[in-house]
């Protein structure tokens, strides 16, 4: 949306020197935050086909006092330097099928009591 075509329909200063901004540039609209120094905070570009909600920052938290519930098609989680999944109760994952692959080393599994492995056939190096 910062395309020299983008034509600032609204441009509103808030609290701490931010501005919130207006901008429709052909078939979309975006009403982006931005931060003292330009950049942006967060953006909600509307098209046709979809709503795009985009932030950035060097850091995001999303933090609920209940539960939290993400429901989609497909869901892709990419950390460029490692993902940790962390909880207090048990990690329960459920699918069709399930894979783990580790593409560059190890894959290890440690178990403070026992290891149980069930299934209809164990296959070992296949």
């Given at each position: 949306m910062d395309t020299p075509e983008a034509?600032?329909?609204?441009?509103?200063?808030?609290?701490?020197?931010?501005r919130i901004?207006?901008?429709?540039?052909g078939d979309s609209d975006a009403l982006t935050l931005l931060e003292r120094d330009g950049k942006v905070a967060v953006s909600v570009t509307i098209?046709?086909?979809?709503?795009?909600?985009?932030?950035g920052g060097a850091d995001?938290?999303?933090?609920?006092?209940?539960?939290?519930?993400?429901?989609?098609?497909?869901i892709a989680l990419e950390g460029r330097d490692g993902v940790a999944i962390t909880t207090a109760g048990p990690l329960v994952t459920t699918g069709r099928s399930q894979q783990?692959?580790?593409?560059?080393?190890?894959?290890?599994v440690d178990a403070n009591d026992d290891?149980?492995?069930n299934g209809e056939?164990?296959?070992?190096?296949?």
């Open positions: 034509e600032v329909v609204e441009s509103l200063e808030v609290v701490g020197q931010r901004v207006l901008r429709r540039c098209t046709e086909g979809a709503v795009t909600l985009t932030i995001l938290e999303v933090a609920v006092e209940r539960n939290l519930s993400i429901r989609a098609q497909n783990l692959t580790a593409t560059h080393g190890d894959v290890a290891v149980k492995l056939r164990i296959r070992l190096n296949c």
